[in-house]
């Protein structure tokens, strides 16, 4: 049947019940336009009247709901502290916490688990190191691929550090079996450990991966804005008398960090803890530079042949510290610095008359230079000579000449001492040490009777011999008597217990005595 007509493809074949020799078509324009007409929103009238366009505002577009971004879940709280991975040596432990989400909820931002440095005791010697001992698990069994058996020791060239990479002994290979064990080393002097396959560096709290930094006061986390910095000049001069000695410098009190003391001179830097015993070039000897321990802290003191020193400690120090100078030349200044925290509770002074080093700063030399000894090869405190000075007015000439102790007796001798005396005490003697031509005794005051100025629970009592006179003897109490030593300069202020001083043993009667003593003495003189 011949058709008449084409549509472009889009006719359709012939109506099978249309009539003969017609062909009957189907007007798609027609409905095409009409159907563009409905769907597509043109806006036409329909209907026998005359079309008409109205032209006005156009109505207002419904605002689209917004799509509400779903929140993230909250973490709960963290779980304790697991085990520590290693039973020696470095290691790692951990603790997870739980996501608290609903189901439109984002998930938690975060790790859910976090790692802390568990150090432990150190590995007995001859102990395998940690990642060998995990090649090691490997030794004498097939690898996959192959039947061959080898011994594995690691292997440090690899891209990853966290990998298991072992080296096969006597062969040019490695094999990687998978990630090392939590808290292995990242390499052999990495102070980073593997976590999860990352090498994470330990923060100042602990905590791998946190990036807390300790900041210059030693304080952990958070800005400078809590230090306090003391960057300070010393420029006294020696005293009056032209005595060349020890004289104090500052003190460094317990908890600074980031030490530094210098001295550009002939002059000897010294350094006394807050028991008055000295770490550094004390005593007339001088110590030979190199590492030192004090205080909680590593010192390291330098030396060079011109002379100027330096002292330095990282710190925190756990102790005051009181930096001296041992004059041999007029002082051209010391300068030095340290960080505390800002608020730092400041301890007190032993005394508010008696500086912890004054007490023998000015304590002559010995009459010979002590001999020189050899470096040490390890940390000490060996010294070498100090160079031969001998200061203005002393002279060792009459060192060594000890006679027979003649301490006071009678109830006289008592009533004088005690009426006469700055300090009255009963003490028990903690430790004995001569210093120069002088002998220094640490006291603990148990009962004091007579004080014009103030005592406290520990003292330092001088004698200015060192021949034992009077005789003390270590863990004993003594009813002491003792003055008030200040000399011209003002750089020594301590108890001064004379050679011929009242010293006698403690007993009740000696109480009895001493408090019998006290209704003779006039009324006490002002201080």
């Not at 709280?77 to 608290?100: N, Y």
């Not at 990853?160 to 002097?189: E, I, Q, S």
């Not at 603990?444 to 520990?458: A, E, G, I, K, M």
Request: net charge positive.
């Amino acid at each position: 049947m011949a058709m008449s007509g084409s549509w472009g493809g889009l006719a359709p074949p012939a109506h099978p019940g249309g009539h003969p020799g017609t062909g009957r078509r189907w007007p798609w324009r027609v409905l095409l336009l009409a159907w563009l007409s409905l769907g597509c929103g043109i806006g036409t009238a329909q209907g026998s009247a005359p079309e008409v366009l109205v032209q006005g505002p156009e109505p207002p577009a419904r605002a689209r709901p917004r799509r509400q971004l779903a929140r993230g879940g909250t973490w709960g709280p963290w779980g304790p502290w697991s085990a520590c991975s290693s039973s020696c040596g470095d290691g790692v432990a951990f603790r997870a916490r739980r996501c608290l989400r609903s189901p439109p909820e984002e998930p938690c931002t975060g790790d859910p688990r976090q790692y802390r440095l568990c150090q432990l005791q150190g590995c007995p010697g001859g102990s395998v190191p940690f990642r060998a001992m995990q090649c090691s698990l490997y030794d004498d069994k097939p690898i996959p691929g192959t039947q061959a058996r080898y011994r594995w020791v690691p292997f440090y060239g690899a891209p990853n550090a966290c990998d298991l990479n072992c080296l096969a002994v006597g062969h040019n290979f490695y094999y990687t079996f998978g990630r090392v064990l939590d808290g292995t080393r990242c390499g052999p002097d990495s102070p980073e450990l593997c976590v999860g396959g990352r090498c994470l560096s330990v923060g100042c709290d602990g905590i791998l991966g946190s990036g807390a930094r300790p900041h210059a006061c030693g304080r952990c986390g958070g800005g400078q804005d809590g230090c306090l910095v003391v960057h300070r000049l010393f420029q006294g001069t020696e005293p009056p008398s032209g005595y060349f000695g020890y004289m104090n410098v500052t003190k460094i009190p317990a908890g600074a960090t980031n030490i530094r003391v210098t001295d550009k001179s002939r002059n000897y830097l010294a350094l006394m803890r807050s028991d008055g015993r000295y770490v550094l070039n004390g005593d007339w000897s001088i110590a030979w530079p190199g590492p030192y321990e004090a205080a909680g802290t590593r010192l390291l003191y330098a030396r060079s042949p011109d002379g100027t020193e330096s002292l330095e400690a990282a710190g925190p120090t756990d102790e005051d510290l009181h930096v001296l100078v041992l004059l041999q030349e007029p002082n051209p200044g010391i300068e030095y610095e340290f960080w505390l925290p800002r608020g730092h509770p400041q301890p007190p002074d032993t005394s508010p008359l008696r500086q912890p080093q004054p007490r023998g700063a000015g304590s002559p030399p010995p009459a010979e230079p002590p001999a020189p000894t050899s470096p040490p090869r390890t940390q000490g405190h060996s010294t070498e000579p100090l160079p031969p000075r001998t200061p203005p007015g002393h002279s060792g000439a009459a060192a060594g000449r000890c006679g027979r102790c003649r301490p006071p007796k009678g109830r006289s001798q008592r009533i004088r001492h005690f009426c006469q005396s700055d300090f009255v005490f009963r003490a028990r003697i903690l430790a004995r040490r001569s210093v120069g031509q002088e002998t220094r005794y640490e006291v603990q005051v148990q009962t004091p009777y007579r004080h014009r100025f103030p005592l406290v629970p520990r003292e330092y009592v001088w004698v200015p011999d060192a021949c034992g006179c009077p005789p003390l003897l270590e863990g004993r109490e003594y009813l002491l008597m003792a003055r008030r030593h200040v000399n011209y300069e003002h750089t020594l202020n301590r108890i001064l217990l004379q050679r011929d001083g009242y010293a006698r043993p403690w007993s009740p009667r000696e109480d009895r005595l001493v408090r019998e003593a006290a209704r003779h003495c006039a009324r006490p003189r002002p201080p």
